[in-house]
Every structure is written in C-alpha cells, then in structure tokens.
C-alpha cells in the first residue's frame, strides 16, 4: 500500500455501471489517491471519459498485467467478480467489494483466498454510511418496542423487493430483539397482501415507483408511541464516503471484512 508520499493506487472493476462512474470520480477527485485504469466489458466508445491518461480495459488481466494497483473497487455483477477476485487478489491487489448476490459459501471462498494471500479485503453490501447507522440505530432501539414495521421505497426498475436492506434492517432488529414482534392479524381482508411481509412478527412494506431511488424508513411502536428512524438515498454519490473509507482502511486488515460497520468502528 502506498506510504505518506505515495498514493493509493485504484483500479476500478465495472467502471461503466451506474456506480463505477461514481466511483471513477470520487477517485480521481481523492488526494491521496490514483486512478490507475478502469475496467468494464463494453467497450471503450460505450464507457464515459476517463480523466487524460488513465487506461482503459475490457479485461481485467490486462489492466493487471500492466501495473498491479493497491486495491480493486468492484461494482459489477457477481458473476463477473467471482472469476476476477483470485486473478488481482492473485496479484497482491486488496478487493473493496460493493458487488451483491454472493452466496455466503462464496464470501467464505473470498475470505479465504485474501488469508492465503496475507492481503486485506472489503466487502459491504451497503456502502451508504446513513444507511448502516440506520440498521445500528434501529438495533438499539429494538429492545423497548413490541411493534416495528419497515417500509422501504424503489426505482420502478428494481427487480427483487424486499430489498437487501431492508431484509438486513429486519434482521438487526431480530438480532436486538429476539422474540417475535407483535403484529396485527386483520379479521378480514378484502385485500390480500396490504399488511406487507412478515419477518419475525416484523412488517415490511415495499413500494416501486419511478421518482425515487432507495428510501428504508423503520417505525417502531408502544403504548402511546412510535419512534421512526428514515434514511433518504437520492444520489449514488451516497455510497462514495463509505468506499473511500474502505479504500483507505483496506491495507491495513487482512482478511475479508464484510460490513462498513467495522470500519467505522460501530
Ligand atoms: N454495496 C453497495 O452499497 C451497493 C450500492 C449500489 C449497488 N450495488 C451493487 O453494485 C453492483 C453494480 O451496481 P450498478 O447499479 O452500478 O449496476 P450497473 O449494471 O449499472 O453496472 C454494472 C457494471 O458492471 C459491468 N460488468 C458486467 N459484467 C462485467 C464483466 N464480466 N467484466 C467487467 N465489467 C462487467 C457492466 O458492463 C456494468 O457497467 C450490483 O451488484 C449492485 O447490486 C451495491
């Protein structure tokens, strides 16, 4: 890893998506950072500009054979990283992971090949640093309510519902609280479907629509109370803070850590 004179060295994997091109920016835009290529299968005419004289590859063994950078930033699909974590952790490159879908036998395979390597790893499945200390927040809370509904709000184009955080919020709050929530069942329903999902005796409600991006929002609620707690994500430039932290903290773990929660120290 770079020293105090030298900057982190950055290859961006996925580098054409929605949030590579953050992630393109914020690099470029860091100090004590150097984007050394990017990296994306369509081709170059199909990707936006690159700041002068930084490479540009469809093949990620390319951008590593002509200079091993200190970290990877992967955003792409999961079925693109598994094939290129061995080859740049292979190489001496940390990963800093934002891709999902990983079965959790393939997060255990991650961590093993950056032990046998001796190298460090990032993987979080949620890089919004607003969005984990909603899951921390809704956790503390969790022990003094009975009731706790989720709601949460997408994009019209998100495919699967409920979304991963919103599944990951219910289960922080069951974690925080271990007995089934209470939960109303209705004596009729002339609709099926309108008390939403249950988790544990937790509601989570999802809605699709264009206009909005990610919105979680958790209300918890007792005799004569409801407590709510609401994270707004309008701009992939939420993620950025969190991935600048990982890039930053990532020489010095070794082994996979899976959660921005650790490294804020929460
Ligand atoms: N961890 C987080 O906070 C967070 C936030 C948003 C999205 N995501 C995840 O990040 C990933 C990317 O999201 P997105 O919205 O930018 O998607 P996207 O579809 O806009 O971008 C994915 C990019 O990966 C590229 N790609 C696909 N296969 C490739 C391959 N074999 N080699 C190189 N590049 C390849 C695609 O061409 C595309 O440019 C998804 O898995 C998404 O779920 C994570």
Do not use: W
């Amino acid at each position: 890893m770079s020293t105090n004179s030298s900057p982190i060295s950055v290859v961006v994997h996925g580098a054409a998506g929605r949030v590579g091109i953050e992630v393109v920016r914020a690099v470029s835009a860091a100090p004590d950072m150097t984007l050394a290529a990017a990296v994306d299968r369509v081709p170059q005419t199909d990707a936006p500009a690159l700041p002068d004289g930084v490479p540009y590859y469809t093949d990620i063994r390319h951008a590593i054979e002509h200079a091993v950078p200190d970290v990877v930033v992967d955003f792409s699909v999961a079925s693109a990283s598994l094939p290129m974590l061995p080859i740049v952790i292979g190489a001496g490159a940390r990963p800093v992971i934002g891709t999902t879908g990983f079965s959790d036998q393939q997060v255990e395979d991650i961590d093993g090949l950056c032990r046998e390597h001796h190298l460090g790893g990032v993987l979080a499945p949620n890089f919004a640093i607003g969005a984990v200390l909603l899951g921390k927040l809704a956790a503390i809370a969790a022990p003094y309510f009975d009731y706790v509904d989720i709601a949460e709000e997408h994009h019209e184009a998100k495919i699967d519902a409920p979304s991963g955080t919103a599944l990951g919020l219910a289960r922080a709050i069951h974690d925080a609280h271990p007995e089934r929530f209470s939960r109303n069942t209705p004596e009729r329903e002339p609709l099926t479907g309108t008390r939403g999902g249950d988790f544990e005796g937790i509601t989570i409600h999802s809605a699709r629509m264009p206009g909005r991006m990610a919105h979680h929002q958790v209300t918890f609620g007792g005799p004569g109370q409801t407590l709510t707690l609401r994270h707004d994500t309008i701009d992939r430039q939420c993620y950025m803070p969190g991935v600048l932290l990982a890039i930053r903290k990532v020489g010095g773990l070794e082994g996979l850590t899976v959660g921005l929660d650790v490294l804020m120290g929460i």
